[in-house]
């Protein structure tokens, strides 16, 4: 599947060993406005929040918003890869769900825990990860370098339920208005899904 053609598709990206679904951990600020953009793209089986980079006994939203405990919030994406590929999924990553040049943080959400990190769980994610950001890069796409992280996943932990499918279920908030549901609504019309979609 190929996707809005106005940013650069990976040059480097080969299916995986074993089709069918396949899981992914990104971190890009807040978990609120990245699980609702990639609830809208076609492929996507599942997105759930969660924690990974630190351990166990500081996996909840009290401790990692203190942003010391080596965690991020993150997104665990399980996908078809007979229906989207890596590539396509970190090409939404780079150019909808987040700012892949702000270090320490998306907009007014600072600190080491709204890092944007990709998490690796094995050599081909590692490989699509690190030569699309080359090649952003290379093409200067962005006016600033991209400072996202290529991190090897060891353990992710699931969010507290009230974090789960968050912008949807607040959709008043003024924060999901100002902050996630716009960029919600521009990856519809790329995709053109309605809101009842």
């Known amino acids: 599947m190929?996707?809005?053609?106005?940013?650069?598709?990976?040059?480097?990206?080969?299916?995986p060993e074993?089709?069918?679904?396949?899981t992914l951990v990104l971190g890009g600020g807040c978990f609120w406005c990245t699980e609702g953009v990639f609830r809208e793209v076609p492929g996507i089986l599942s997105v759930k929040p969660g924690y990974a980079g630190g351990n166990a006994d500081t996996a909840n939203y009290r401790d990692v918003s203190?942003?010391?405990?080596?965690?991020?919030e993150v997104i665990i994406i399980t996908y078809d890869s007979a229906q989207i590929s890596l590539g396509q999924i970190?090409?939404?990553?780079?150019?909808?769900?987040?700012?892949?040049?702000?270090?320490?943080?998306?907009?007014?959400?600072?600190?080491?825990q709204y890092r944007s990190v990709i998490f690796y769980?094995?050599?081909?994610?590692?490989?699509?990860?690190?030569?699309?950001?080359?090649q952003l890069d290379g093409e200067r796409i962005f006016d600033s370098p991209i400072v996202t992280r290529i991190e090897e996943l060891k353990d992710v932990y699931a969010a507290e339920d009230y974090h789960h499918n968050y912008a949807a279920l607040?959709?008043?908030?003024?924060y999901?208005?100002?902050?996630?549901?716009?960029?919600?609504?521009?990856?519809?019309?790329?995709?053109?899904?309605?809101?009842a979609a």
């Open 2 to 15: 190929k996707i809005f053609d106005t940013f650069p598709d990976p040059q480097f990206d080969p299916r």
């Open 121 to 134: 769980a094995n050599d081909h994610q590692h490989s699509v990860a690190e030569q699309y950001i080359q």
């Open 66 to 72: 203190n942003g010391d405990t080596g965690h991020a």
């Open 18 to 22: 074993g089709q069918g679904q396949q």
């Open 90 to 112: 970190f090409k939404v990553f780079f150019w909808l769900a987040h700012d892949p040049t702000q270090a320490g943080g998306q907009g007014n959400d600072i600190g080491d």
């Open 170 to 174: 607040h959709a008043n908030e003024g």
């Open 176 to 195: 999901i208005r100002g902050v996630a549901q716009p960029k919600i609504d521009h990856t519809r019309k790329i995709f053109g899904k309605s809101e």
